[in-house]
Structures are given as C-alpha cells and as structure tokens.
C-alpha cells in the first residue's frame, strides 16, 4: 500500500524544487491524503487519530510544566503548587497533563480491544501489533514515572512499592534496586532520574508511533468485516474521508477531554497526593491509577512476590505473541460466533480486574482476583488457540464492497 | 597455495582480535555510564549515625533515620522479650532465633520497611495496631510482624531486617 504511487502534482517552482531533492511533500500526499483506505471503517478506527491527538496534548503541556517544575526532593512539591497558584494559566496547563495522562490510556485501551475484536494482529499486521504492545509498554513507564514527579504521598510511596518489585530478583535484585534508587531508599536522586526519563521516553514513543503508522501504511488498514482490500471498489481516499471522520472523533473526544479538566480535573486522582512525601509514613491505602489497577490487581492476587511480578509483566508481554496463538482461519469475531463470547468474557475480566484492584486484597475481593487472573491467561493460552481449531465460522462476505453495498440494497427494501 | 591459507588464518586472527578489543573497549565505555547511577559519595558519607538510648523507656519506640530509612527502636518490656523467645523457631516463615536477632535482649533494632514492597509497618506510635503478634502491622498488603520483628502472617517474605550495629557505650549505639 505504501508502493502506491501518490498522485502529487507539484503546483508551483518552489514545490517542484524541493521534489526533485526530498519528495516529503509527495510522501505526506501519498500516505495522508490519496492513500485507499477500506470504506468500511467505524468509529473504532478513530481511536489512532484521537491518540495522536493526546500525544501532542501530552507532549506540549509537558514541555511547558517542564519549564516551571524543579526536580528536587526539597522543591518538587512547592513547585508543582506554584505552578497551580502562581505561573500564568498553570493550574489549566497541569490539569490538562494530569488528565491527559488518563485520557491518553482511555483511548489507548479501546484502540487495544478494538484489535482484538477485529483479529488486527493477525497475519500480516503482527509486527504493527507488536509496536503497539511496544507503545504501551513505554506509556506505562512513562505516566507512572510522570506520576512520581509532584513528589506527593502517592507519587512517593508508589515510587517506593514498584522499585520495590526489583528487590524479588533473585541475588542482583536488591543491587539493581539500590542503582535504580541511587540510594539506599527512594529518594532525590530518584526523583531526578525519573524526570530525566520521563522528559526522554515520550519522544521514544513518537519514534516508536512513526513505525507503528508505516507498518500500517505497507499492508493497509484491517476493517469491521476483516476480509482484506481486493480492488479500488473497496476503498476510499484518506482525504478527505476519513481525515474528516477523524476530525469528528478528535473533536468529540476532547470534549470528554474538557469536561474532566474544566469540571473534575481531580477526580481521576489521589486526594493523598496533596500531602507532600513523607518517608516516615505510608498512606492507609496505597492505589495505583485508574489505568494501572487490572496490573495492580494480578500483582496482588498471587501470593508469591517473585511470581506476582513475573504475572503482572506477563500480562502485557503476553500480547506479543497473540499472533501465534489465535488459530483461527478468520480475523473479525463478527462471523466467530464461538469465540464470541469468550471475547465479552475477557473483557469484562479487565473490568473486574481494574475494580479488584482498588480493594484491599481480602477474602472474597481476593478470590474473585485470583478467579479473574486465572481467566486472564487462560484466554490466551487455551481459549485463542484451542477455539480456533474447533470453530465453523459464519460466512464471510466475499468483500469489503459486497459487504456495504449488500446492507444498503436491505435498508433501501426496507424504506 | 600455503601461503593463501596462512593468510586466511591470519586474517581471522586480527578479525577476532579487534572484535574483542571493540567488545572489551565498549563494555569498559558503558561502565561508568551505569555505575553513575549507583549510590554516590554523598549518599555512602551518611552511612553512619550514633543514638543515644538513655531517654528510652520500658515498652517505649523510637524512629530514627539511617541512609534514608527509617529504623525501629525498641526497649522491649519482659513479656515481649518471653514472647519473641518462646516461638517455635521451626515454625515460622523465615526461621531465625531471636537471641539472633538482638545485641541485648531489651533492645530490638530494625530497619522499618516491609520486606514485602517496602511500606512502613505500623506500631511505633502509642495508639498503633500492633498486628496479630503484638509487634509491627503492614497496612499495604497486610503483613503482620512479632515482638522481634519476625514475619508472622502475610505475603511478606522474610523478617525485618537487623542493620549493622553495635553498643559504643552501654547506653549508646552506632548504627552503620
Ligand atoms: C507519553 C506522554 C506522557 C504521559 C503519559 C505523561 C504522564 C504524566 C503524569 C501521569 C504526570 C503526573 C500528573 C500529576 O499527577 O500532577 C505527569 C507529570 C509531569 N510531566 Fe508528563 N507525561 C507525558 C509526557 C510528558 C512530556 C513530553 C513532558 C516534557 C518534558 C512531561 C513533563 C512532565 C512534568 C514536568 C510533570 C510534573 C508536573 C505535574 O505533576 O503536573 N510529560 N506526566
Ligand atoms: S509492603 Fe508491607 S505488606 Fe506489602
């Protein structure tokens, strides 16, 4: 797809120019404006433009908190409550990051499941899934390095609690812990390493998102139907279909996005996070973020500290090799009526997982934690290969226009 | 004819040998950029202080700080003492005596962080919970240690940990 030949026409002396030393105009034509893209496409398909859209909201608003923020264990905190009080639109420019933050893994966790409903790791998108597991690594250390910097009770007890996991290594782990630290605990030396990376990785992960869109660009986008593009009929240009289409989404979305920032920019917070650190003393209750807690809740289901860690990375690394595991011939769970609701399933696993992980890990909340974790890996490793092997899918359209076209006869009969 | 095969041999000699010196010269670079991570000076120079037990009563803790962390002090009350010693060393997670654990058995030092995931057990102050086992409670993830210090119950692996110390003067210890 990306070999498509782009219908750039220079239109001036300037463009002409410059096209016969670097075609970047002409690359930018072919891959966002004349590039085919299935017709079919739903609003699930949005979810990369609207995490475009967060990165740059994260990556400027960060900028900006880095120009204000101090990195010290003394300052840190006043420094994030000057930036509230004090600097020029700093209480808005803050909310938006910290709400970003959320936003960000919000549509990064649908852009997620709207892959697995639709098969989008499978052949030939696994190495465009594969970055994308990539990707959400680096946003996981990323916010929960981001998290750590107004230097609060939350921020430094859960610093303390996930370097901390290190220390279950065997012989190196409290070695690696101390080098991680700086220190023999958690302190200003940490808090200094944590800004530098977290300043660093958000650039890591626009590398990584550049690779992740040509990977897309060389073999094309998947669609609800899951039946690959065959000729021109089944496509659409990118401009100015889905560039508006996205726009839509985009708009949309950040007006969720304004509502949490203009009306309850702390309610995906920790109200102990305006108490400044105190080594001396852990919070009652320590609570990772929102988009942290199914992890969180895997770490505590197991009893051993090795194991749980090991589980609680697993769950993420696992999504690398979901290529290999799904057995099924076919790629859209929409003609998979087996595996169907094994997927509604593993979803509402995910939610129960993110709700157990805000309960103190007891008695029935820590068996139902233990059930759903269990689940977890279960999916993967029985139900996604063992289903496609046993499963008569429904049938398939024979394309992406039969399949809209076909729809459109019906309701036409219907009127 | 042999002067060709010298020369291969030769050949991979001098291609093994500047790998190795690339190899060793890069690992030799990439040290410090690690080891600059680690502890440094300023941090190794506090490694000791020295604390005066004179003003400490029977049943009564203190907390002190120690590279950093927080460290328990105790003089332990005679039931404590009998309480900590009359445990079945065999049955407990992470076996270990408590005249192993302690200099002189009225004073328990520990370092205060759980060996779980390092939160600071609770039982300091007067009103805390002491937990199941009348010492230290880990409200985190709910560990519960004993009048010496033990891990008792809970997913914590092993006991609070004994830092170095030693009695400079019979009321008077240097920890580090
Ligand atoms: C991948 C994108 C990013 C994510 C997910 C992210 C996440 C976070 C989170 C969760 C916080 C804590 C907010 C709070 O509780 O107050 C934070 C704080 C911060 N971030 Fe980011 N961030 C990202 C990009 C950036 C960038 C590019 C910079 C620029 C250097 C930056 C600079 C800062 C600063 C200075 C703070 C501390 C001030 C504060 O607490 O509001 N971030 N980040
Ligand atoms: S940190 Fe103490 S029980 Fe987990």
Redesign the interface.
């Known amino acids: 797809m990306s070999d498509h030949s782009s219908s750039y026409v220079p239109s001036n002396g300037f463009t002409r120019w410059l096209d016969e030393r670097l075609p970047v105009l002409r690359m930018m034509h072919g891959q966002f404006i004349d590039f085919p893209t299935p017709r079919n496409l739903n609003y699930f398909w949005t979810f990369g433009g609207i995490l475009t859209f967060c990165l740059m909201v994260q990556l400027i608003t960060g900028i900006i908190l880095a120009m204000h923020f101090v990195a010290h264990g003394d300052h840190a905190f006043q420094s994030v409550e000057h930036i509230m009080r004090d600097v020029n639109w700093g209480d808005l420019i803050r909310y938006t990051h910290a709400v970003g933050a959320s936003m960000f893994f919000l549509a990064a966790y649908i852009h997620m499941f709207r892959g697995l409903y639709y098969g989008s790791y499978k052949s030939p998108r696994e190495i465009l899934w594969i970055l994308g597991v990539m990707i959400i690594l680096v946003m996981i250390i990323t916010a929960f390095m981001g998290y750590s910097l107004p230097w609060g009770q939350m921020s430094f007890?859960a610093v303390?609690?996930i370097?901390?996991?290190f220390?279950a290594i065997p012989f190196v782990g409290e070695s690696i812990t101390?080098?991680?630290?700086?220190?023999?605990?958690?302190?200003d030396?940490t808090l200094n390493?944590l800004f530098s990376l977290h300043y660093l990785f958000p650039f890591v992960i626009a590398a990584l998102v550049g690779l992740h869109i040509w990977a897309l660009h060389v073999v094309g986008s998947n669609n609800p139907t899951g039946v690959e593009v065959k000729t021109e009929k089944d496509t659409v240009s990118f401009f100015p279909f889905y560039i508006i289409k996205d726009g839509f989404a985009v708009i949309m979305f950040a007006l969720l996005f304004a509502w949490f920032v203009f009306y309850a920019p702390n309610y995906l917070g920790h109200s102990d996070n305006f108490i400044e650190a105190n080594?001396?003393?852990?919070p009652?209750?320590?609570v990772p973020e929102w988009y942290f807690l199914p992890f969180y809740a895997i770490l505590?289901a197991i009893?051993d500290?090795l194991f749980g860690v090991i589980a609680m990375i697993l769950a993420i690394c696992v999504l690398f090799v979901i290529p290999w595991l799904d057995t099924s011939r076919i790629r859209s769970v929409r003609y998979r009526p087996l595996y169907k609701p094994f997927f509604w399933l593993f979803v509402i696993t995910c939610l129960a997982l993110g709700y157990l992980g805000a309960k103190?890990?007891?008695g029935y909340y820590l068996l139902a934690s233990r059930i759903f974790t269990a689940y977890y890996f279960i999916h993967f490793l029985v139900v996604m290969p063992v289903v496609g092997l046993y499963e008569t899918p429904k049938e398939v359209p024979d394309s992406i226009a039969d399949s809209v076209l076909g729809k459109e006869a019906t309701s036409e009969t219907a009127q | 004819m042999s002067s060709d095969q010298n020369d291969v041999g030769r050949r991979d000699f001098l291609m093994v040998a500047a790998g190795s010196f690339a190899a060793v010269g890069g690992a030799a670079a990439l040290w410090p950029l690690?080891d600059q991570?680690?502890?440094?000076a300023s941090?190794k120079a506090l490694a000791s202080v020295e604390v005066d037990l004179a003003p400490i009563k029977d049943g009564q803790a203190i907390?002190i700080?120690w590279?950093?962390?927080?460290v328990f002090i105790r003089k332990r009350t005679a039931q404590e003492i009998a309480a900590a010693e009359e445990v079945d060393v065999n049955d407990l997670p992470d076996p270990q005596s408590d005249s192993a654990r302690v200099e002189k058995p009225e004073w328990l030092v520990l370092i205060g962080?759980c060996t779980?995931?390092?939160?600071?057990p609770r039982g300091q102050a007067a009103g805390d919970l002491h937990g199941d086992f009348g010492g230290w409670f880990?409200?985190?993830?709910?560990s519960h240690y004993d009048t010496s210090g033990r891990i008792r119950k809970g997913?914590a692996?092993r006991n609070l940990e004994v830092p170095p110390y030693a009695f400079v003067t019979d009321s008077k210890i240097k920890i580090g």
């Open positions: 007890w303390t609690v370097t901390n996991l220390t101390q080098w991680i630290w700086g220190g023999y605990s958690v302190g030396p390493r080594p001396l003393q852990t009652q209750h320590i505590r009893p500290k103190a890990p007891e | 690690i991570m680690n502890p440094d941090a907390t700080m590279r950093g962390k927080p962080i779980h995931l390092g939160c600071i880990c409200p985190c993830h709910g997913p692996p």
